[in-house]
């Protein structure tokens, strides 16, 4: 699952030795339902005090330890707990690619840079090592004393070796000598044959040998590189393994034929690992001229970076792991020994076992509106009034469908639409395709730099212009993450505008798995706006006044710090004052700064924050009136959604931004109203649905530990995600 998300994350501890230890486990007790402290006086107090604030990726890999604790969860289905393990994998695979790559990149250039909580890059790094090192343990003791047992109980098993039967043996031999042997490539080290380039994250075998070979060479040592294409976990036929799915490793075969592959020679040991790379694109936009050709060059050294973890075989002797770390210029830190496949993310591919659909989620039906179930005409609906899609419980296919009407629709005339994650071959670029093919002006802004989308993106690209689609490349120096697509269609001899504007990806896939809302508008003022921006992104020229739309890098911030100086304002004069925000990552100290004024002024914020939280609740005469929960689930928390009380004018914002630096100073990005009192008093309990959540939600202390909520006294369990899963999709197919 991409991971801007799926991958898009993750965790949340900060330690200095002028701040309070922080533990490491996460504790699960019960917490009472939050309520708003009395309003001390103000207080004088230094806002700049690096206490005040967490560590950014102390906080992002906190928020991946959470997902771990999913894994132990009883009320998930088995396959899914699984599934839970293997995210923490996976965020963590991109968090070492990027986040401590990033770390570690300061500190080889001399350019430590200390953010608002002070931690310098080496400090955090070494805090990082004795934090993942821990979690990592806790996985692999997850996988092998609860989850594989559980599994082994409902017929699922992975066979070690000492286990073979004769029979399964047997087929061993042949799988090994009919699909790997011929298509493995060992490389023996000696002057000649010096150590190899490995991909970033792939799978791979030092052996170490005893013996002279026949051209007389005894270097004593052979790298096994695992080919990419073969599977890392193969079935084993029922007529072998018996009944039930049984599985054996790849590793498994490998390590029990490594004899195989050195004939004549003894095989003393082999022992797998696995490299971990940076893998951030370093592109100087300023210096190109064009961003296309060179992210296709980039993309190669990506499977090449600097070597930033090295995980091995806990059975690995320790001269061949410093072997090890020595070629690839790692310190003892940054070894990870793991009891078990040392690439778990490829056990993905039996999470969806057909032979098992209750160890899985039910299946559930996305509803789609009633007003747009019979209309055979999505603009007719739109033009008389707003339609608020909340995925995934509604359904993404209106979204799909104004594209597909657009692309037929004799009377459309232009389409233009931002594509950030939408994937090459998505029913999106379909509709762009047959828009552009039957003489639509197609517009696409194509966000090249999306981390870990740009090769489908580079493709996407090149499909929209075989089309005859217009593509922009969006702005240097600002990546292009604003959700939109305006639509230009005449009408009774005038141009009418018809918008969608997203606080997630144009990706179906993903509006199954992530929660997102997406409105659908033909409000005249709001579909100008939009029209400003494409104007923006695609010409040039200065900045357009908007209407109603909040755009970053220009308005949205001091648009945000406005709104919460207009609640502290309203506290000050004694009048009632809230803030209610959810979202991704909170890591702006100007945002962090005026939330703290705010909360010390009078005003109630209730933060829902899923993954990165900088800020730190409850501190008395600071933040006491701030408080922070994180929820996670079976979706993907996406949500941006922003409200204010404003004096009893409530206002409602949804977003395609979280409140970082990066998403208000460095991207494009939009901010737009929920209008009219039905649709904000939607959105209003649907975020209420989040802040009374007492089975999924993380409660956020002033030390920096999240404690699990769970019902107290005579509560009913309240599950945020089920209510909704519930109150909006098919009830007879809601979720466990």
């Excluded at 778990?344 to 039906?365: A, K, M, N, V, W």
Aim: hydrophobic share 40%; aromatic share 8%; charged share 25%.
């Amino acid at each position: 699952m991409n991971t801007e998300g799926l991958t898009e994350e993750a965790v949340h501890i900060a330690v200095q030795e002028t701040q309070p230890v922080v533990e490491q486990s996460i504790e699960v007790v019960p917490v009472p339902e939050p309520v708003s402290a009395p309003v001390p006086h103000p207080v004088a107090h230094n806002l700049d005090d690096s206490s005040l604030y967490i560590h950014r990726e102390l906080s992002q890999l906190q928020f991946n330890t959470r997902v771990l604790e999913q894994a132990l969860d009883e009320s998930y289905p088995l396959l899914e707990r699984l599934k839970f393990l293997l995210i923490f994998s996976s965020n963590l695979d991109e968090f070492f690619e990027i986040r401590v790559a990033g770390l570690k990149k300061q500190i080889t250039f001399a350019r430590e840079q200390a953010g608002a909580d002070g931690l310098q890059p080496h400090q955090a790094l070494a805090r990082i090592s004795e934090l993942v090192h821990g979690h990592v343990d806790r996985q692999y003791a997850i996988l092998n004393d609860i989850l594989l047992p559980e599994l082994e109980k409902h017929q699922v098993r992975f066979i070690r070796r000492r286990y073979w039967t004769a029979k399964l043996k047997a087929w061993v031999r042949r799988y090994f000598r009919d699909e790997i042997a011929p298509i493995i490539t060992p490389i023996g080290l000696d002057p000649t044959h010096p150590f190899p380039l490995l991909v970033n994250k792939s799978l791979n075998f030092i052996v170490e040998l005893e013996g002279i070979d026949a051209f007389g060479r005894d270097s004593g040592l052979a790298i096994i590189p695992a080919p990419r294409l073969l599977p890392r976990v193969i079935k084993v036929p029922e007529e072998i393994g018996g009944t039930g799915d049984n599985f054996v490793f790849l590793s498994s075969m490998i390590h029990a034929h490594a004899d195989d592959l050195f004939q004549g020679m003894k095989v003393k040991g082999c022992y797998q690992f696995r490299l971990t790379r940076n893998a951030d694109l370093a592109v100087d936009t300023e210096d190109v001229e064009d961003l296309a050709r060179a992210l296709r060059g980039e993309l190669f050294s990506r499977r090449y970076g600097d070597a930033v973890r090295l995980e091995v075989a806990d059975t690995c002797p320790k001269h061949l792991a410093d072997y090890l770390l020595k070629q690839f210029n790692l310190s003892e830190t940054e070894l990870y020994r793991v009891n078990g496949p040392v690439n778990l993310t490829r056990l993905f591919s039996i999470t969806g076992l057909d032979s098992h659909p209750e160890l899985q989620y039910t299946p559930f039906t996305p509803a789609i509106p009633k007003l747009l179930q019979n209309s055979e005409n999505i603009f007719t609906v739109i033009s008389k009034q707003d339609i608020l899609l909340l995925h995934p419980f509604e359904s993404f296919t209106p979204v799909v469908d104004l594209l597909r009407q657009a692309a037929k629709d004799p009377h459309v005339l232009a389409v233009r639409q931002t594509l950030y994650r939408s994937g090459a071959n998505s029913e999106i670029v379909d509709a762009l395709v047959d828009a552009a093919r039957n003489g639509k002006e197609v517009t696409a802004v194509i966000e090249l730099r999306a981390r870990f989308d740009e090769e489908s993106n580079l493709l996407l690209a090149s499909r929209l212009q075989a089309a005859g689609a217009v593509v922009i490349y969006g702005v240097v120096g600002f990546k292009t993450h604003a959700k939109m697509m305006l639509i230009l269609r005449r009408e009774a001899g005038e141009i009418v505008r018809y918008a969608h504007l997203g606080t997630g990806n144009y990706h179906a896939g993903n509006a199954r798995l992530y929660t997102d809302y997406s409105l659908l508008t033909s409000d005249d003022a709001l579909c100008e706006d939009v029209g400003k921006l494409f104007s923006q992104l695609i010409g040039m020229g200065k900045t357009l006044r908007m209407k109603k739309l909040l755009h970053a890098p220009f308005t949205l911030k001091k648009g945000m710090l406005d709104m919460i100086a207009r609640e502290m304002q309203f506290a000050l004069d004694g009048k009632p004052a809230h803030i209610i925000a959810k979202f991704n990552s909170l890591t702006d100290p100007k945002i962090i700064r005026a939330l703290y004024k705010a909360s010390q002024a009078g005003v109630k914020i209730d933060l829902v924050i899923r993954g990165m939280c900088c800020l730190r609740p409850g501190i008395a005469g600071v933040s006491h009136n701030i408080h922070v929960r994180s929820i996670i689930g079976r979706f993907l928390e996406h949500t941006r959604v922003f409200y204010f009380l404003n004096g009893g004018e409530e206002q409602m914002f949804l977003s395609s931004a979280d409140w970082m630096e990066r998403n208000l100073d460095k991207r494009v990005e939009t901010c737009f109203p929920v209008e009219g009192k039905k649709l904000i008093l939607r959105v209003k309990k649907e975020l209420e649905s989040y802040l009374t959540d007492n089975t999924h939600a993380w409660i956020l202390h002033s030390d920096g530990r999240y404690t699990r909520s769970t019902p107290t006294g005579n509560q009913n369990p309240r599950s945020a995600q089920a209510t909704l899963l519930e109150r909006l999709s098919n009830p007879l197919l809601s979720v466990r």
